[in-house]
């Protein structure tokens, strides 16, 4: 069964530095999304992208982040000064183009250290 | 704002039913979700329903949405200790498709 990947799985970085966070969706999956999950509390929505655009991002999406589609394959996830609170496990999900409420499917996630 | 709320803990033996609970806020969702992550592992989609529907079975998988008292449940019969995990609720709105609000996690342990 197709699946979203990522890489790396585990990622330690020293605070201020910029760090790329990389995912495969779906081949034939054309929405594409960052959540995050900072130890001990809820998955949170960080951005929706579609149509090489971001389609929606909240509150927590700030200038130190920002996302891209380099080549038909990639998502990545750039945070540009990282911070001790950026430490969390970062999601890609993807879901098909039916319908933007289609299911999402996750990938296993990178946990993100700063130190 | 929408919130998903979810009991944290939940215990059963190897053969019971298991129950997981889940409230949300939102009455536009349209769109409810259980996840299951394994440990180290990402969020794996077990199943969905519209908000339309008031039940869904999937094999050992029943799903009960109560769109009156927005209650959903997720009842896994025959519960095994591979179904040890944790379990999470997730619920989407049409007007922002994609953008799932998640439960905080029920973690099911199963004992033999």
């Known amino acids: 069964e197709p699946e979203v990947t990522q890489t790396p799985s585990h990622q330690v970085t020293q605070m201020g530095q910029e760090v790329i966070l990389r995912c495969v969706p779906i081949?034939?999956?054309?929405?594409f999304y960052w959540y995050r999950q900072i130890l001990g509390q809820k998955v949170e929505f960080l951005v929706s992208?579609?149509?090489?655009?971001?389609?929606?991002k909240s509150e927590i999406f700030d200038d130190q982040f920002s996302v891209e589609r380099p080549d038909g394959s990639n998502f990545t996830l750039k945070i540009r000064s990282t911070k001790l609170e950026d430490s969390a496990m970062y999601f890609c999900?993807?879901?098909?183009?039916?319908?933007?409420?289609?299911?999402?499917?996750f990938g296993n996630g990178t946990r993100l250290t700063v130190t | 704002g929408e919130d998903v709320e979810q009991s944290l803990f939940l215990s059963v033996r190897e053969g019971d039913s298991s129950v997981i609970n889940c409230t949300y806020t939102d009455s536009s969702s349209t769109y409810l979700y259980w996840y299951k992550q394994e440990p180290g592992a990402g969020l794996q989609l077990l199943t969905y329903i519209f908000s339309n529907m008031d039940m869904k079975q999937d094999q050992r998988l029943t799903v009960l949405l109560n769109k009156k008292d927005k209650h959903l449940s997720l009842r896994i019969a025959d519960t095994q200790t591979g179904d040890s995990a944790i379990y999470f609720c997730a619920e989407s709105d049409y007007n922002q498709g994609g953008k799932l609000i998640f439960g905080q996690g029920t973690e099911l342990s199963v004992k033999p």
């Open positions: 992208f579609y149509n090489n655009e971001i389609s929606e």
């Open positions: 999900a993807s879901s098909d183009n039916s319908d933007a409420n289609s299911p999402l499917h």
């Open positions: 081949s034939n999956h054309l929405y």
